[in-house]
């Protein structure tokens, strides 16, 4: 038996590649429903596994994810971190957490397809070969540098300083790669499909974290689904505007965390406990009323845009990326359906959040869209 589990891990963890999961994906929903323990396991199971491909034909994205998961290899060249585990802790201590992790991802439903499976990736896509990724990490290093600093400081001046110039960076890229990839002299430099990423929402409170995130995906020109029984959000777009709508939204989170807390505080101190109501409510008003302002700030700097280079080269360029977002998202959910709207139970918190943010402030500029 214990020969036999050892063999259905890799297989299990290939089964789960065939329905569609990335290798976070795996690690990160085995953490959410077994533990540490077993996404620590499932993490070893997935490097290893991927290691029985050859480098160029995985997708290099794959290779980030699994990156991340900072596994170092502690049992022996040439053995199976399965038997490892096995010799190393015994039969009756390891058996029952392999033999759950087994069962676990042979049960995993089936997800969208975003890309190629491991040994199914190749660097020619059809008669033409894959856009390199088209961000500048220069500057987006720039941009995260920028957030970070905003989030830091406790002067609301400063941060306005340090995401007003994060802001027209981001801004600016994505309107400039556009125009890169609609004028490039070869199929390396013009066209490639967008891109889609995948954004965990981490409870509580997802309902409203999902709106926040819609709105910096629209706001991005992007579009964005809630898979709400899994707990994570596909975001599609290109490259450089999802690069802008995951830093975007992981610094609003943060402001709008804190800002929530502070309000609470506030509620407390007035004599008014904080309450989940009120702070799904405050949640909810922040995300739709950073929306409105992104949008705002979207249409300015277009506006911008077309006044230097002309509606004739700009206008037909957006539109075209836009349609090609749209079909994408088609192409990947023909059958979605819109959830429920939300429900706001607290006036105080709904008020609070709107005036929380009129105070945030954020540091890319494009679209955000569901």
Not at 35 to 51: F, K, N
Not at 89 to 107: C, K, Q, R, S
């Amino acid at each position: 038996m214990a020969r036999d589990l050892m063999i259905r891990l890799p297989f299990a963890i290939g089964q789960t590649w065939s329905r569609g999961w990335e290798p976070a994906d795996v690690v990160r929903y085995v953490g959410r429903r077994l533990g540490p323990g077993r996404a620590a396991l499932a993490a070893e199971a997935v490097s290893e596994q991927l290691t029985g491909y050859a480098r160029v034909t995985v997708d290099p994205r794959w290779h980030e994810q699994v990156a991340e998961f900072e596994v170092a290899p502690w049992w022996p060249t040439g053995s199976a971190a399965a038997q490892a585990h096995l010799e190393r802790d015994g039969w009756v201590a390891f058996a029952p957490e392999l033999l759950e992790l087994v069962g676990f991802l042979l049960m995993l439903p089936g997800l969208e397809r975003v890309g190629p499976p491991p040994g199914d990736y190749r660097p020619l896509a059809g008669d033409r070969p894959t856009p390199p990724k088209q961000v500048d990490e220069r500057v987006l290093s720039r941009i995260r540098a920028l957030l970070a600093k905003a989030e830091a400081t406790t002067s609301e001046a400063e941060a306005e300083a340090f995401t007003a110039g994060a802001q027209e960076r981001m801004a600016r890229h994505s309107i400039d790669m556009a125009m890169v990839q609609a004028g490039g002299g070869n199929d390396q430099v013009r066209g490639g499909r967008p891109a889609t990423r995948r954004i965990w929402i981490d409870p509580p409170y997802e309902q409203s974290k999902t709106v926040l995130l819609n709105s910096v995906a629209q706001a991005n020109r992007c579009r964005s689904v809630w898979t709400k029984n899994i707990g994570f959000c596909t975001v599609i777009g290109f490259d450089a505007d999802l690069e802008a709508v995951e830093a975007l939204f992981t610094s609003l989170l943060v402001q709008a965390t804190m800002a929530m807390t502070r309000a609470g505080r506030i509620e407390e101190a007035g004599g008014r406990a904080r309450s989940k109501t009120f702070r799904q409510s405050f949640l909810a008003a922040y995300a739709f009323r950073i929306g409105e302002r992104l949008t705002e700030i979207t249409q300015e700097q277009t506006e911008a845009a077309r006044a230097e280079l002309g509606d004739d080269r700009l206008l037909p360029v957006l539109a075209s990326r836009q349609q090609d977002v749209e079909d994408r998202f088609e192409e990947l959910f023909p059958s979605v359906t819109r959830g429920r709207s939300i429900r706001v139970g607290d006036r105080m918190g709904w008020a609070s959040g709107r005036g929380a943010a009129d105070q945030a402030t954020f540091g890319t500029s494009s679209a955000v869209t569901q």
